[in-house]
């Protein structure tokens, strides 16, 4: 497995704050691990809402599998459904939905052979990173390339290595944003701001900078600002291209949005994540909802709320709140399973079939 295999795990300390979170709003909690046995756990156990973080053990559509089986067994759950799983898990994909929509992604070409000739539209420098990864998976300083030599070796390594497209992109050199959006309410825009990191050289988010964040002898401790300090016209289009790319992708209760703004303040989005980090330490959601106002508990029990009022929308007899004894499922961080199934079930109109409860499992 290479170095940045398991990186896209939640840790043991994420998941107990998230169970602590949702036993604080009243629920029962259920720890679900998301593998090969999830489906038969949900056979033989009632659930009302599963709280789902799992990201999928293997594949190319491993984030859209529980939700997947969740939906075949009509369970609810919390967050995106099984096709905006797999959508957003392939960035060539998105950067297609995105583009039909009219909004603005960095120009690419997905090469799946190393020598196909680059498009002339491409104009250096170039970012090469595989085309179905997360947590900067395969993203490192030598993924930023300035010559025709450099940028056929990065494909070449791409290819063997994650065995898998890769995916070429202008690299857009000017501010790093993230945006968050839970139900349709865009939060405040995080920056990351890398100009301190001249040790590592890495001026973006790089593997080594998400695994590494905050050691600053080795110039991984970018600064983070939230709310970034832009003016109300930059980040006002920024928070409506992050609420279009949630609803183009068909995003439900929560999102992140990454993009870069070019030197005249344009947004370009890189990618969607609609299973967003949750880890109050480390990860880039909660630190805009705490710029919200919002406690970590709070945010947990507000994406619940969400959830349940989708599902309530749709089936009436579904709860609104948590009533005495509703249960909620944590998975451990190896898959995912449980929360979009009962999601889409109650988009098509049917009626759930066990009451709400919540399962959740790690991811960064
Ligand atoms: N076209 C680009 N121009 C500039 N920087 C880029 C570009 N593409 C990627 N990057 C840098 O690489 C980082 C990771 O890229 P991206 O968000 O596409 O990957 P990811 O692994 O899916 O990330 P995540 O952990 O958010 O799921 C970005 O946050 C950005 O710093
Ligand atoms: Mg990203």
Redesign the pocket.
């Known amino acids: 497995m290479p170095a940045d295999g398991d990186s896209e795990f939640d840790s043991p300390r994420t998941i107990d704050t998230i169970v602590e979170a949702l036993r604080a709003g009243g629920h029962t909690v259920h720890l679900v691990e998301a593998d090969e046995q999830l489906p038969r756990w949900f056979l033989t156990h009632r659930v009302d809402l599963v709280f789902n973080i799992a990201e999928g053990v293997h594949g190319e559509h491993r984030e859209a599998q529980v939700p997947a089986i969740l939906e075949s067994l009509g369970v609810p759950f919390t967050g995106s459904g099984s096709v905006t799983m797999a959508l957003a898990l392939d960035?060539t994909k998105t950067k297609q939905v995105l583009a039909s929509e009219g909004i603005l992604t960095?120009p690419w070409q997905l090469f799946a052979t190393p020598s196909a000739p680059l498009s002339s539209r491409l104009e250096f420098p170039l970012?090469v990173?595989p085309n179905r990864?997360?947590?900067?998976?395969g993203?490192w300083r030598e993924s930023v390339v300035g010559d025709e030599g450099s940028l056929r070796r990065q494909i070449a390594h791409v290819l063997s290595r994650y065995r898998q497209e890769a995916l070429v992109?202008?690299?857009?050199?000017g501010r790093?944003i993230t945006i968050g959006v839970i139900g349709d309410q865009a939060l405040p825009v995080l920056e990351i701001d890398f100009s301190s990191c001249r040790t590592s050289g890495e001026f973006?988010?790089?593997w080594r900078m998400?695994e590494f964040q905050g050691d600053a002898a080795q110039g991984l401790a970018p600064v983070l600002r939230c709310p970034a300090p832009l003016d109300a016209g930059t980040t006002k289009r920024i928070q409506d291209v992050a609420r279009r790319a949630h609803r183009a992708l068909g995003c439900m209760d929560v999102s992140r949005t990454?993009i870069?703004l070019r030197h005249d303040g344009t947004p370009f989005v890189?990618?969607v994540?609609p299973l967003p980090g949750l880890s109050p330490w480390d990860s880039n959601f909660p630190a805009m909802t705490t710029s919200a106002g919002w406690s970590h508990p709070e945010l947990i029990q507000r994406i619940v709320a969400l959830a349940m009022s989708r599902y309530h929308q749709v089936h009436p007899a579904f709860p609104t709140s948590p009533a005495g004894g509703s249960g909620v499922h944590l998975q451990e961080p190896s898959s995912g399973t449980r929360a979009d199934a009962a999601t889409n079930e109650a988009q098509r109109g049917a009626a759930p079939s066990r009451p709400a409860s919540l399962t959740s499992q790690g991811a960064p």
């Open positions: 960035k960095p970012i990173k990864e997360g947590s900067s998976k993203i992109e202008e690299f857009i050199s790093e973006f988010y790089s998400k990454d870069r890189l990618e994540n």
